[in-house]
């Protein structure tokens, strides 16, 4: 399996703009993570997925951000519109539920950069 | 709410010196508990884990011990190459089911020849 996957890698994008970042999970797990990291604030999960269904989103900072999981192969985060202060590497993380407190996989990362 | 707080870095050792990273936990339940690495620009690996009290994790000649009197997972190496330079994470996951996973803040490492 090619791993957890994440397009882009980079994203540059002026403020004000709409940004998505996208994610192709590990075939056949049943959990899905989005991720921010930040010198600031280390790795903040934002939001995770049990069979395409938000479980949490008690992370997404404000009503700018919003995720989605239309089915078991993709997600996005999407930011509109996007502010300076989101810039960051967001991760998307996926595992599987067959055993408690299995591994998650992480894909490489978004850097995004918003100017 | 579950929390996991671990040494600052960054930390600057020579090869072949002795590393720990202490971490330590607050948890609800009964957590299972993990290290992750993180290597420049790359995501997140699992290094090693361990799911009850008394385990140890080991993996890449790195271990850490679940102490549940102490509530700590420290993460040790008795010889560190500078391949393992990178950033350490630790983090628990609480037990029932739920995946979500809680981090620390990491500590850099950076070994030097």
């Known amino acids: 399996d090619a791993g957890v996957i994440q397009s882009p890698r980079h994203e540059v994008t002026e403020m004000g703009q709409e940004v998505t970042l996208r994610c192709k999970p590990i075939?056949?797990?049943?959990?899905l993570f989005w991720y921010r990291q930040t010198m600031m604030r280390g790795l903040e999960l934002l939001i995770y997925f049990n069979n395409n269904v938000p479980i949490d989103d008690s992370g997404m900072p404000e009503d700018r951000f919003s995720a989605k999981m239309p089915n078991a192969s993709f997600s996005t985060l999407k930011i509109q519109p996007s502010e300076p202060r989101d810039s960051a590497v967001y991760f998307c993380?996926?595992?599987?539920?067959?055993?408690?407190?299995?591994?998650?996989?992480f894909g490489q990362g978004t850097r995004l950069t918003v100017v | 709410g579950d929390s996991v707080t671990q040494m600052e870095g960054p930390v600057t050792l020579s090869e072949e010196a002795f590393l720990t990273i202490n971490c330590t936990y607050t948890?609800?339940?009964?957590?299972?508990l993990f290290w992750y690495v993180q290597y420049p620009g790359e995501g997140l690996q699992l290094l090693l884990k361990?799911?009850?009290?008394?385990d140890k994790g080991s993996n890449k000649g790195f271990e850490a011990t679940y102490r549940k009197e102490t509530t700590s997972f420290h993460l040790e190496k008795g010889s560190v190459q500078v391949s393992d330079s990178a950033v350490y994470f630790c983090?628990?996951?609480?037990?029932?089911?739920?995946?979500?996973?809680?981090f620390g803040t990491g500590t850099r490492l950076t070994i030097i020849p």
């Open positions: 948890a609800t339940g009964y957590p299972s």
């Open positions: 075939s056949g797990h049943d959990y």
């Open positions: 993380a996926s595992s599987l539920m067959g055993q408690l407190n299995t591994e998650a996989f």
């Open positions: 361990a799911t009850k009290a008394d």
């Open positions: 983090a628990l996951s609480e037990s029932g089911g739920n995946e979500k996973l809680t």
